[in-house]
């Protein structure tokens, strides 16, 4: 019988060229040799790890980066039969893979389908040209357009679409223009980002010089609060601060269907899954660990050389309970706080959730065992510096 569920994350750290925001682990361009040669790497630390996939309920896989639609899909597949030789991968198991426009074509499609991957996280950001170019991406909205269309007529109906807000030089009519051409589409899905500037990327070295033409803030705040009513006024259902799905029954393209990601909740809720990879992380109970970041480091023994290894005590352990739950709309549970540390919440985070609902940050639904605790859109709004009031002392 199977038991606790499981989700898996895959990280692939190629891209066809590294965006200006953008800080991951990635290589630009790899060449063939070295996409096999990390592949094979992966190969090797799923196989050191498979042992913790057994009598396991499989959730969701993710195949992240980087540009996992950049690899020859043969590396996919490879992955991702090796993985169901160690645990069941069943229909309704959420697979996932990120990709970028002008990175597709209708023989990569085909093999993702059989390979049984449902979902496609497609990163648009803006259907502004200017925009993208500023970005630095690689494509163009027609791109996008023509893989969209390939994914959704070669049998992957299941796309997120990201779009980012924020950007240099963006407007409310930019905005607004990029999120027609989306909902034009009727994806499922959309995630809604607001740009970040991150050390060691070229934005960060154009924003210290003054070169970087971004909004101010208060225009940015007016572009963030205008994309959320914007999409959930075209049925999009906000479920999380950055993401939106496609509400059951308003459009036949849903079918009736809850089209909300399977996967990311499974790091809000603190739920078990094993990162392999590159950088990839993992949670098993409160056990959290770190892949390398150094792609020749990890390859020298696939898993075993970590960034970070660390038993969570239970004040962290409530700490992220509380921050990465409260990122959903519908909040946490209480008694599902009750249950995992054997204390009621109140005893521990009554005061300042008292002191967010005076402010009012956050609300409380429901009663009894269906009592819930929510942020509030302001709180929302201020999630960071809300979540930050939930970190215990030592």
Known sequence: MEGKDISIYIHIPFCVRKCNYCDFNSLVPPSEDTVFFYTDALIREIKSRGELLSDRHLVSVYIGGGTPSFIPSSCIGRILDLISSYITIDDDTEITLESNPGTLNEMKIKDYVSFGINRVSLGLQSAV?????????????????????????????NINVDIMTSIPLQTPESLIKTLDEVIKLEPKHISAYSLIIEQNTPFYDKLRYGLLPLPSEEESYYIYKLSQEYLVSRNYARYEISNYSLEPGCSKNTGGKDYRCVHNPRYWDRGDYLGFGVSA??????HRFTNTADLNEYASDPGQILSEDLMLGQKDAMAEFMFLGLRKTEGIRCADFKECFDVDIDKVYGRVMRYQIDRGFARTDGKDEEKRFCLTDTGLDYSNIVMSEYLLDP
């Open 129 to 157: 040209e200017e925009e993208l170019k500023i970005l630095g991406r690689i494509h163009s909205f027609e791109d996008f357009k023509e893989n969209y269309d390939k994914l959704y007529w070669g049998g992957i109906d």
């Open 281 to 286: 992380a993992s949670l098993m109970g409160d």
